[in-house]
């Protein structure tokens, strides 16, 4: 929160944010975000702090669930998850049994 603050600018008394970073992690069939918002469908974590399962690994691709928001659902995202998935298994691979 602090580095999206650090790159909003104000419009009054609302900070308007220039970037979007959700921590999260990501293994071989899942994306997992963090975020301060919380549908029901979000694990409450602790500290203000919610997780959801965003992109499923299906079918050869992540892919969008039916809440996934529009910027990680879009082809660029999907693309660079991917590739940071197949990075994440040769690491694996790497490190051996």
Known sequence: NDQEEGYGRKEGDKLMRRVNI??????????VLASTKN???????GDGIHAEISL????????PLDYTYPDIRSRESL???????????????????
């Open 79 to 97: 693309a660079m998850f991917n590739d940071a998935r197949n990075l994440y298994l040769d690491l694996l691979k790497e490190a051996g049994p």
């Open 22 to 31: 959700d921590p999260g992690y990501l293994d071989r069939s899942k994306i």
């Open 39 to 45: 549908p029901g469908h979000r694990i409450y974590l």
């Open 56 to 63: 499923l690994y299906r079918r050869g691709s992540y892919r």
